[in-house]
């Protein structure tokens, strides 16, 4: 039964993602219509590149390309901006879950070898912003992009047109956060680091094919079937420890959304509110039921996908369960922290709603000068 708890307790998401569409299932009987919900593309592009950053992780490429880099920094300051910044870029190209499952222990290793411990806290909270915000630029970079770039066949060009601002903002805020740390000098014990090229050069062939999915040049089916069938061989591990409870999360919504779509007071009452103010809605309600479910329920109620796409990811700041992500890293810090969880949340909550406020005034300002 403790098992059962304790698997509960890491995967609330997918639990009320799943209650919500039994409840609505009752609501809405199961029918034909159903397979008209799933994002198959999504769905499959997510798995591929879930897949191969698992693989790529085992052999530690991440981790030691960042620690190669932070090693020719000398100060807490810098050492803080490139763990930021390792996490910001990290998440662009293997998601935001994943750049902070990668790059958290990599902070607490630095920060805990140099007896600076007292940034912990401050370094994670920047890890975690610059995750979800990093993220915002490419449509792989978190899962409900990843979902609406799909879904409404954004190009490419104009997705980037539309992220770029909020993202060039959020990489100003960031770095003036990350400036007001002391700059202390700081040393890193040395050791032997070693990867094994001829996996790491399979593994990043795999990841291009996985983007060239992605950004539709080629069929999503070629990856479903070249890279379980490659790393089946290469790394079966890999393939186990894909995120399969964040698949099943966009199975469940995609069940809940599509029946509360048919449901007439429920389609007039968001079609309505995303009618007056599609960001702000988008924005808020991330703070309530997360990002990923918030792009996937609201996109049934409008065409507005700027706006719904800015709001999202914006929104992925505020509350601990706007973000997936703001799970991990409130979950890893007090592993190696566990009496400082009040502390932690105070200090989250006050830097995750000021960048909340500051970009949804600045990208509100955009839309309806």
Request: charged letters at 10%.
């Amino acid at each position: 039964m403790s098992k059962v708890f304790s698997w509960v307790k890491q995967n609330v998401v997918l639990c009320i993602a799943a209650i919500a569409a039994i409840v609505t299932s009752v609501i809405v009987p199961p029918d034909k219509e159903y397979l008209g919900y799933f994002d198959f593309k999504t769905l499959t592009c997510l798995f591929c590149v879930l897949a191969v950053v698992c693989a790529l992780r085992n052999v530690r490429f991440f981790y030691v390309l960042a620690e190669t880099i932070i090693r020719r920094f000398k100060t807490t300051r810098l050492a803080i901006l490139v763990l930021v910044y390792i996490t910001f870029i990290g998440s662009m190209l293997i998601a935001n879950d994943m750049a902070l499952l990668t790059f958290l222990p990599l902070g607490y290793y630095v920060l805990s070898n140099t007896g600076k411990e007292k940034y912990m806290a401050f370094t994670f909270i920047m890890q975690n912003i610059a995750a979800n915000l990093g993220g915002m630029l490419t449509p792989f970079g978190n899962p409900q992009n990843l979902y609406l770039y799909s879904k409404f066949n954004i190009p490419t060009g104009e997705f980037t047109e539309i992220m770029l601002l909020p993202f060039a903002v959020a990489v100003l805020l960031i770095t003036v956060c990350c400036l007001f740390v002391k700059s202390e000098p700081l040393s890193i014990p040395e050791k032997a680091l070693w990867l094994n090229r001829p996996r790491v050069s399979l593994y990043l062939a795999l990841f291009v094919l996985s983007i060239v999915i992605v950004f539709r040049l080629i069929p999503y089916v070629i990856g479903l079937i070249v890279i379980p069938v490659v790393l089946l061989f290469a790394d079966r591990r890999a393939l186990k420890e894909v995120d399969y409870p964040l698949l099943l999360t966009f199975v469940a919504f995609f069940i809940f959304s599509g029946n509360m779509s048919r449901i007439p007071a429920v389609r007039e009452l968001f079609a309505a509110l995303l009618e007056k103010n599609t960001l702000i809605v988008s924005a808020l309600s991330c703070q309530v039921i997360s990002n990923v479910p918030s792009a996937i329920l609201l996109s049934q109620f409008t065409g507005n996908y700027a706006e719904l796409l800015v709001g999202v990811n914006i929104g992925g700041c505020g509350t601990l369960i706007s973000s997936l992500a703001s799970l991990i890293t409130f979950r890893e810090y007090t592993k190696h922290n566990p009496g400082k969880a009040k502390y932690y949340l105070l200090l989250f909550s006050a830097f995750n709603f000021g960048f909340l406020i500051l970009l949804t005034t600045l990208m509100a300002l955009v839309f309806y000068h």
